[in-house]
C-alpha cells in the first residue's frame, strides 16, 4: 500500500506551504514541510495536524496528501484516518492530480475503512467512501488509469 503511494506521488519540494495566512499554525506548517518531500513528513507531526489540510496550499495538498494518506493506512484507528475521510469526501480541490493518484487515493480510503475496527462498523465510513468514489474517479478514470478501480470486499 505505501509502495503504490510510493509510485504514484512524487517526492516533491513545495515553496508556497500555506494559503497566505500567517497564523501562528499556518507559519508552523511552513517551517515543518518547507524543503522536504512527503515521505520525511514526521509522523508524530501527522498525528497532531490531524486537521490542517485544508489550511494548505493547494500546490502542498497535492505534495503533501500522500504523506496523510500513509499515516491514515498506517494507524486506520487513529484521529488522522477519519479526518482524512471527511476531508477527501467534503473539500478537495480534485485539480492536477493524476489518474493514478486518484485511483490511489480511494484504495487508500478503502482500505482505511476495512481496516478499522471502528469505522468499519460505522454507517457513516460507508457513506464516507461512496462520496470519495463520486468525487475521485472520474479522476481515476482518465485516460491512461487502470479503467477498473477494485471494489472494496467486506471481510466481515
Ligand atoms: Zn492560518
Known amino acids: 500500500m505505501e509502495a503504490m503511494l510510493l509510485e504514484a506521488f512524487p517526492q516533491r519540494v513545495v515553496e508556497n506551504i500555506r494559503e497566505g495566512c500567517n497564523c501562528e499554525t499556518c507559519r508552523s506548517l511552513q517551517t515543518q514541510l518547507e524543503g522536504i518531500s512527503w ?10 495536524n490531524d486537521w490542517v489540510l485544508p489550511l494548505l496550499s493547494h500546490e502542498a495538498y497535492l505534495a503533501f496528501l500522500p504523506a496523510w ?4 493506512i498506517l494507524e486506520p484507528d487513529g484521529p488522522n484516518a477519519q479526518m482524512l475521510l471527511v476531508n477527501l469526501r467534503h473539500e478537495p480541490d480534485t485539480s492536477g492530480f493524476t489518474s493514478l493518484q486518484a485511483a490511489a487515493i480511494i484504495d487508500a480510503a478503502q482500505f482505511m475503512v476495512s481496516s478499522s475496527k471502528m469505522m468499519s ?29 477494485p471494489a472494496s470486499r467486506d471481510r466481515g
Do not use: H, T, Y
Open 121 to 149: 462498523e460505522e454507517p457513516e465510513s460507508m457513506e464516507n467512501i461512496a462520496d470519495i468514489k463520486r468525487v475521485w474517479s472520474p479522476i481515476a478514470a482518465q485516460l491512461g488509469a487502470p479503467a477498473d478501480v
Open 39 to 48: 515521505r520525511d513528513v514526521p509522523k508524530e507531526f501527522i498525528r497532531s
Open 69 to 72: 494518506l500513509r499515516q491514515g
